[in-house]
């Protein structure tokens, strides 16, 4: 990667600082308001790389490193930044929790309507949105880590008072949000003659087979699937229709709390509200919540122990459909032997819906499903021709020409309908806009984890590409300068400008940097080949060094004494990084072996002149 992660991380901080505290003052919402799934994007700009990454931590002052705290002078010093956290976090919380202490999930002032004309109802700007459950895991488990080590560092009763407080109210909101995430998955049933199930047939048919043949391959290919759902029984999902095999289906969560969906048996979290979200999954929504889902499973939220014993449980629960639904999505976007339905480009959902933003979607789960399944290397080759061709598809390293269609992914961006919503006024929409930094972010994702060398290659290359066209949307004026998003900076004809920032936007960039500073601190490849070839070289290395010793022992005294140990030494430190660094270890033995025939070379000499 020709960008630098964390000198890019330092500058978003220094952005956000300045934009988030003026004046001495901290200042919530951006261009679209103050809600609480902005406010929880603009907290995790700060949160979730000082959560991430050692090099950002906030929560020990002693440590703090002198770039950051450069970065982040408008918010203080190394005390005074942690205390400052604490207190915003604080009001975060407070301000999103009801009066009968119920956690709220509101999408509020992100909410648009599907008639310009209309305005949002009151009942319906307090809907509960899966956004908020996802973004909500992830904010809360990143404070609850922040708290549990920011204590150790505390003396003061009065503020170890505030961060036990801090510690039960996001301890709460946590539970909340894995309930609804519990409450707000989705299992649709249909027949295969149904449109569902024709547009199901024709994704997946990509060879021109006989549907019959088809229709049998795929229930048989689903069968582990509709067992694991037909275990179902706490919160939403269950579906009587799958015990008959006759029947398609899909799985993963909608926009918000499945209508009639039951309670989940929890204390302490208040009122469960009752939903009225359509029981069907969302491609856009099932994988945002698998994103913050994931958090659930980190090796920090082991290591800390930051869920509670009745968390654990939910988060078993949530696990069983975190698996299904990724295994449902692997086999339909992988189906069959010849091309894969996620390269025919764009996919058409099952309501007939299609969008290169669809196959962004499906071509994040199937990455994670191969990193949990150790895929081959000829399949990440797959994805990085579907990841290349979006970016093409969606003039991101293409130039985009008067009235492309294909800027409206990006600006007013893509409109997913909440079917349900109506219920409580005029029929809702959720508006996404943030198809290039998503497309950076599975780029990235793919690239850290493939082990061939051409096609990481490929994909860091593709990232840099895209990460140049991302870079040239950050906002240059206002409230919102070294922020984003701009696009009318590579859009020609986007004619909106703002001076307020999108932490919608932000904070995704936010995890991309994260994801990109986590890359670069993995070992390098370890390619078999050079491995081998390294032990061959070591081999005859230590085989000369052995003769080298025999006729000049190592005593002393002896002028040739410290170039010998020097490759002895040499050859020892290849020996131990051979096997995860074979070219350095190489690289070793090559001056070693350069050395060695130095020395015979000397006393070939000495011999002859005698």
Same mark, same amino acid.
């Given at each position: 990667?020709?960008?630098?992660?964390?000198?890019?991380?330092?500058?978003?901080?220094?952005?956000?600082?300045?934009?988030?505290?003026?004046?001495?003052?901290?200042?919530?919402?951006?261009?679209?308001?103050?809600?609480?799934?902005?406010?929880?994007?603009?907290?995790?700009?700060?949160?979730?790389?000082?959560?991430?990454?050692?090099?950002?931590?906030?929560?020990?002052?002693?440590?703090?490193?002198?770039?950051?705290?450069?970065?982040?002078?408008?918010?203080?010093?190394?005390?005074?930044?942690?205390?400052?956290?604490?207190?915003?976090?604080?009001?975060?919380?407070?301000?999103?929790?009801?009066?009968?202490?119920?956690?709220?999930?509101?999408?509020?002032?992100?909410?648009?309507?599907?008639?310009?004309?209309?305005?949002?109802?009151?009942?319906?700007?307090?809907?509960?949105?899966?956004?908020?459950?996802?973004?909500?895991?992830?904010?809360?488990?990143?404070?609850?880590?922040?708290?549990?080590?920011?204590?150790?560092?505390?003396?003061?009763?009065?503020?170890?008072?505030?961060?036990?407080?801090?510690?039960?109210?996001?301890?709460?909101?946590?539970?909340?949000?894995?309930?609804?995430?519990?409450?707000?998955?989705?299992?649709?049933?249909?027949?295969?003659?149904?449109?569902?199930?024709?547009?199901?047939?024709?994704?997946?048919?990509?060879?021109?087979?006989?549907?019959?043949?088809?229709?049998?391959?795929?229930?048989?290919?689903?069968?582990?699937?509709?067992?694991?759902?037909?275990?179902?029984?706490?919160?939403?999902?269950?579906?009587?229709?799958?015990?008959?095999?006759?029947?398609?289906?899909?799985?993963?969560?909608?926009?918000?709390?499945?209508?009639?969906?039951?309670?989940?048996?929890?204390?302490?979290?208040?009122?469960?509200?009752?939903?009225?979200?359509?029981?069907?999954?969302?491609?856009?929504?099932?994988?945002?919540?698998?994103?913050?889902?994931?958090?659930?499973?980190?090796?920090?939220?082991?290591?800390?122990?930051?869920?509670?014993?009745?968390?654990?449980?939910?988060?078993?629960?949530?696990?069983?459909?975190?698996?299904?639904?990724?295994?449902?999505?692997?086999?339909?976007?992988?189906?069959?032997?010849?091309?894969?339905?996620?390269?025919?480009?764009?996919?058409?959902?099952?309501?007939?819906?299609?969008?290169?933003?669809?196959?962004?979607?499906?071509?994040?789960? +199937? @990455?994670?499903? &191969? $990193?949990?399944?150790?895929? /081959?290397?000829? !399949?990440?080759?797959?994805?990085?021709?579907? =990841?290349? %061709?979006?970016?093409?598809?969606?003039?991101?390293?293409?130039?985009?020409?008067?009235?492309?269609?294909?800027?409206?992914?990006?600006?007013?961006?893509?409109?997913?309908?909440?079917?349900?919503?109506?219920?409580?006024?005029?029929?809702?929409?959720?508006?996404?806009?943030?198809?290039?930094?998503?497309?950076?972010?599975?780029?990235?994702?793919?690239?850290?984890?493939?082990?061939?060398?051409?096609?990481?290659?490929?994909?860091?290359?593709?990232?840099?590409?895209?990460?140049?066209?991302?870079?040239?949307?950050?906002?240059?004026?206002?409230?919102?300068?070294?922020?984003?998003?701009?696009?009318?900076?590579?859009?020609?004809?986007?004619?909106?400008?703002?001076?307020?920032?999108?932490?919608?936007?932000?904070?995704? +960039? @936010?995890?991309? &940097? $994260?994801?990109?500073?986590? /890359?670069?601190? !993995?070992?390098?490849?370890?390619?078999?080949? =050079?491995? %081998?070839?390294?032990?061959?070289?070591?081999?005859?290395?230590?085989?000369?060094?052995?003769?080298?010793?025999?006729?000049?022992?190592?005593?002393?005294?002896?002028?040739?004494?410290?170039?010998?140990?020097?490759?002895?030494?040499?050859?020892?430190?290849?020996?131990?990084?051979?096997?995860?660094?074979?070219?350095?270890?190489?690289?070793?033995?090559?001056?070693?072996?350069?050395?060695?025939?130095?020395?015979?070379?000397?006393?070939?000499?000495?011999?002859?002149?005698?």
């Amino acid at each position: 990667m020709k960008f630098q992660p964390r000198q890019q991380l330092l500058d978003l901080w220094e952005a956000a600082a300045r934009a988030s505290y003026p004046d001495g003052e901290w200042t919530w919402g951006g261009r679209d308001g103050s809600n609480s799934i902005s406010d929880a994007e603009q907290l995790l700009c700060f949160l979730y790389p000082a959560a991430e990454l050692p090099g950002f931590r906030l929560d020990t002052p002693d440590e703090t490193a002198d770039d950051v705290l450069a970065a982040l002078t408008p918010l203080g010093d190394s005390v005074e930044i942690p205390k400052l956290l604490l207190k915003v976090i604080g009001q975060y919380l407070r301000k999103y929790t009801a009066e009968d202490g119920r956690p709220v999930f509101s999408g509020g002032s992100y909410f648009r309507t599907a008639d310009p004309e209309a305005k949002p109802a009151p009942e319906q700007l307090q809907l509960d949105m899966v956004d908020s459950f996802s973004m909500s895991v992830t904010l809360t488990l990143s404070t609850l880590g922040f708290l549990k080590v920011f204590r150790q560092s505390v003396r003061r009763q009065s503020l170890r008072a505030e961060i036990r407080e801090l510690e039960e109210l996001a301890s709460r909101r946590l539970t909340a949000a894995m309930v609804g995430l519990l409450r707000s998955f989705s299992v649709n049933a249909f027949e295969p003659g149904s449109p569902a199930g024709r547009a199901l047939m024709r994704t997946v048919n990509q060879t021109g087979a006989p549907d019959r043949r088809v229709l049998d391959e795929l229930r048989r290919a689903l069968r582990p699937v509709r067992a694991g759902l037909r275990d179902i029984t706490i919160g939403s999902g269950s579906q009587a229709e799958l015990d008959n095999e006759n029947l398609l289906f899909e799985c993963g969560w909608t926009w918000g709390i499945v209508k009639d969906s039951p309670e989940v048996s929890v204390s302490d979290i208040g009122s469960q509200p009752k939903g009225v979200a359509a029981n069907a999954p969302f491609l856009y929504f099932t994988v945002n919540a698998l994103v913050g889902i994931a958090d659930l499973f980190s090796e920090r939220t082991r290591v800390l122990g930051l869920l509670d014993d009745p968390q654990q449980t939910l988060a078993q629960l949530i696990q069983r459909r975190w698996d299904l639904t990724q295994l449902y999505w692997r086999t339909v976007a992988m189906y069959g032997r010849g091309p894969w339905p996620l390269q025919d480009i764009p996919w058409k959902t099952t309501d007939e819906k299609e969008s290169e933003y669809y196959s962004l979607g499906v071509t994040a789960m +199937v @990455v994670q499903s &191969l $990193v949990n399944n150790r895929a /081959a290397d000829v !399949d990440f080759g797959r994805v990085a021709d579907v =990841l290349q %061709e979006l970016a093409v598809r969606a003039r991101i390293i293409r130039r985009a020409v008067p009235g492309d269609h294909s800027v409206a992914m990006h600006f007013p961006g893509v409109s997913i309908s909440m079917i349900g919503s109506e219920e409580l006024g005029p029929r809702l929409t959720w508006v996404v806009s943030d198809f290039a930094i998503t497309l950076l972010k599975r780029t990235i994702w793919a690239a850290s984890i493939v082990q061939n060398t051409h096609t990481r290659e490929r994909l860091l290359g593709l990232a840099d590409q895209i990460w140049q066209h991302v870079a040239m949307r950050r906002c240059s004026t206002g409230r919102a300068q070294g922020l984003w998003d701009q696009p009318g900076n590579v859009f020609g004809g986007v004619d909106a400008q703002s001076v307020e920032p999108s932490w919608y936007f932000s904070e995704r +960039v @936010v995890e991309f &940097l $994260v994801a990109a500073a986590k /890359a670069r601190s !993995d070992p390098p490849l370890r390619n078999p080949r =050079l491995v %081998e070839l390294a032990y061959e070289m070591l081999g005859e290395a230590e085989h000369l060094l052995d003769q080298e010793l025999v006729l000049r022992p190592l005593m002393a005294g002896q002028t040739i004494q410290p170039k010998l140990r020097g490759i002895q030494a040499a050859l020892q430190r290849a020996r131990a990084i051979a096997g995860e660094r074979p070219a350095t270890a190489q690289a070793l033995i090559y001056d070693a072996l350069l050395d060695l025939e130095r020395l015979a070379t000397a006393r070939d000499n000495a011999a002859e002149a005698i």
